[in-house]
Structure formats: structure tokens, C-alpha cells
């Protein structure tokens, strides 16, 4: 105990006689830990938090590839998501969007908004219901439905005080007439940080097969079922495609990973982990 009470106050002579050294010393210090933890609240945010839902271990993306031109990955075209919705078996289901930019007018001001623009089922895929009104149906995407939208709590609460009285009102996206039905819960912002959703309106009854908007799909595995099984199943699904269809689908096949890794790639993930490392030997 005298051993270290004596080295106690050697220290603080010591710094008492280079104060310079000791701020740059303690300000060093500081950083670090600031930089380790900035780093550490990413990283659990990027990937050890799980997604904020229901058994999100099992929310897995689906994508397209067509290796003989070299693409790694690609979004999935309106025919290709029908089909596949159709006769896949291995997921409870498939859900699709598309994200976009839209206008939000009505009243003083018009504003821009990150959106999407998704399959009806994507909300109940997920297990995630609207604090007020609903969600969408199949009837609100059939071609000529009148336009309806949710807001996210944010923007129900910056734009409109929160007032319940949006509900059933018309606003106008893109200048389009359109009903409010919904107000989402106050921490979603699925699927990256959006604040508008709209159904998405399928096209492909005007579209040559290939063509149109594509989308981003994702399904929920069905349980008993496994990553396995399910990648054999929508290759076989894509190989019947590529048959059917060898002009628009030769030599596509189907990529599935699990949701998170779409957005947070191992790439990324190392990157993430070398800097963690990094300043932590700050």
C-alpha cells in the first residue's frame, strides 16, 4: 500500500512539473475512448442489433445474378417476383419494394420525402402494424385503385402536430391525389429510412418481360425450412425461367442472403471491425 501511495504522488510531481504533456496526455486519452465507443454504438447498430421485428433471424434477400456478364447483383424485375411469389414454397412469403424520392404537398408548403413503394403484404410480412388507421391491401395496388399512403410518425408529427385528423384526408405525392390510412409506429423507418410508403402498382400487363421498374424482394423463411433449401429451390425456380423466358431470364439464377447483409456487406463488416480495432489501440 506505502509502494503505491508512493508512486501516486511520483506521478502527480511528475505532472504537476509537465502540465502541456499532461492535457495532450488526457486529451488523447478522451479521444480514444470517445472514437472507441463512436465506433463500438456503429457496429451494434450495423450488426449485432437485430432488425426490429418478430423473428427477424428469419427475413432473408432475394436478388438476381447473371454471372456470364459478370453481374454479382441485381434488383429483380416485376415478372420475375410474380413468378417466383407464385411458385416458391420455402418462405411463409415474399414481399417486394421499391424505394424513391417523393413530393409531399398540401397546405403551405411542398416537401420531398424518402419513400417506398411496396407489395401489400409487406407490412404484415414484417408484423408491423399502424398506431392509427391500416395497412395496405391487395385492393389498394390493383391497377386504377384509388392512391393511398401511411406516414411515419415523424413526419406525422412535424408536418401535422400529430392530429389525428390527417387520417382520411387528401394529400397530394407527386402530385397526386392521395388518402391517408395509416400513421406508423414512432421508431419505424423500414427499409432503410423512409417516412412515405405507397403500394406499389404492378405494370406488367404493359411491360415487356425484363422491362419496367425493378424491386428489392425479400421473404420470410418458413420455419422447419433452411437456407439451403431454399437457395435450391429459386435456383430450380430461376432455371425454369431461364427456360420459359430465355430472352429476358438466360442465365439467371437467384442470390439469397440473410436481409442484413444487403445493406452491412462483409466488405463493409471488415472495414468496420479493422477500425474498431484501430482506435481501440488509440
Same mark, same amino acid.
Request: aromatic share 10%.
Given at each position: 500500500?506505502?509502494?503505491?501511495?508512493?508512486?501516486?504522488?511520483?506521478?502527480?510531481?511528475?505532472?504537476?512539473?509537465?502540465?502541456?504533456?499532461?492535457?495532450?496526455?488526457?486529451?488523447?486519452?478522451?479521444?480514444?475512448?470517445? /472514437?472507441?465507443?463512436? /465506433? %463500438? =454504438?456503429?457496429?451494434?447498430?450495423?450488426?449485432?442489433?437485430?432488425?426490429?421485428?418478430?423473428?427477424?433471424?428469419? @427475413?432473408?434477400?432475394?436478388?438476381?445474378?447473371?454471372?456470364?456478364?459478370?453481374?454479382?447483383?441485381?434488383?429483380?424485375?416485376?415478372?420475375?417476383?410474380?413468378?417466383?411469389?407464385?411458385?416458391?414454397?420455402?418462405?411463409?412469403?415474399?414481399?417486394?419494394?421499391?424505394?424513391?424520392?417523393?413530393?409531399? =404537398?398540401?397546405?403551405?408548403? +411542398?416537401?420531398? %420525402?424518402?419513400?417506398?413503394?411496396?407489395?401489400?403484404?409487406?407490412?404484415?410480412?414484417?408484423?408491423?402494424?399502424?398506431?392509427?388507421?391500416?395497412?395496405?391491401?391487395?385492393?389498394?395496388?390493383?391497377?386504377?385503385?384509388?392512391?393511398?399512403?401511411?406516414?411515419?410518425?415523424?413526419? &406525422?408529427?412535424?408536418? %401535422?402536430?400529430?392530429?389525428?385528423?390527417?387520417?382520411? =384526408? =387528401?394529400?397530394?405525392?407527386?402530385?397526386?391525389?392521395?388518402?391517408?390510412?395509416?400513421?406508423?409506429?414512432?421508431?419505424?423507418?423500414?427499409?432503410?429510412?423512409?417516412?412515405?410508403?405507397?403500394?406499389?402498382?404492378?405494370?406488367?400487363?404493359?411491360?415487356?418481360?425484363?422491362?419496367?421498374? +425493378?424491386?428489392?424482394?425479400?421473404?420470410?423463411?418458413?420455419?422447419?425450412?433452411?437456407?439451403?433449401?431454399?437457395?435450391?429451390?429459386?435456383?430450380?425456380?430461376?432455371?425454369?425461367?431461364?427456360?420459359?423466358?430465355?430472352?429476358?431470364?438466360?442465365?439467371?439464377?437467384?442470390?439469397?442472403?440473410? %436481409?442484413?447483409?444487403?445493406? *452491412?456487406?462483409?466488405?463493409?463488416?471488415?472495414? @468496420? &471491425? *479493422? /477500425?474498431?480495432?484501430?482506435?481501440?489501440?488509440?
Amino acid at each position: 500500500m506505502r509502494d503505491l501511495l508512493s508512486q501516486l504522488r511520483f506521478s502527480l510531481r511528475l505532472l504537476r512539473k509537465g502540465p502541456t504533456t499532461t492535457v495532450l496526455a488526457v486529451l488523447a486519452l478522451a479521444l480514444g475512448i470517445g /472514437m472507441t465507443a463512436a /465506433m %463500438y =454504438s456503429l457496429i451494434y447498430t450495423l450488426v449485432l442489433k437485430d432488425l426490429p421485428f418478430e423473428e427477424a433471424d428469419r @427475413l432473408y434477400h432475394l436478388e438476381r445474378t447473371l454471372l456470364s456478364q459478370g453481374i454479382g447483383s441485381m434488383e429483380v424485375s416485376q415478372h420475375d417476383f410474380l413468378d417466383w411469389q407464385e411458385q416458391q414454397s420455402t418462405f411463409d412469403e415474399l414481399a417486394a419494394f421499391a424505394m424513391d424520392s417523393l413530393n409531399l =404537398s398540401g397546405g403551405e408548403r +411542398t416537401e420531398r %420525402y424518402s419513400s417506398a413503394l411496396v407489395t401489400p403484404n409487406f407490412f404484415h410480412l414484417i408484423r408491423v402494424r399502424p398506431i392509427l388507421g391500416r395497412d395496405f391491401v391487395a385492393a389498394d395496388a390493383e391497377p386504377g385503385a384509388p392512391e393511398v399512403a401511411l406516414l411515419g410518425y415523424h413526419l &406525422w408529427q412535424t408536418r %401535422y402536430s400529430g392530429s389525428e385528423e390527417v387520417l382520411g =384526408s =387528401s394529400i397530394r405525392v407527386d402530385g397526386v391525389p392521395t388518402t391517408v390510412i395509416g400513421i406508423m409506429p414512432e421508431d419505424f423507418r423500414f427499409p432503410l429510412r423512409e417516412s412515405l410508403w405507397i403500394p406499389f402498382k404492378f405494370q406488367t400487363h404493359q411491360l415487356e418481360r425484363g422491362e419496367g421498374r +425493378t424491386l428489392e424482394v425479400f421473404g420470410r423463411l418458413g420455419k422447419g425450412r433452411t437456407l439451403a433449401q431454399a437457395r435450391e429451390e429459386m435456383s430450380n425456380i430461376a432455371g425454369v425461367l431461364a427456360v420459359e423466358y430465355p430472352e429476358s431470364n438466360e442465365g439467371v439464377d437467384a442470390l439469397i442472403k440473410p %436481409y442484413k447483409e444487403e445493406f *452491412v456487406g462483409q466488405g463493409t463488416l471488415t472495414i @468496420l &471491425w *479493422v /477500425m474498431l480495432g484501430a482506435v481501440s489501440l488509440v
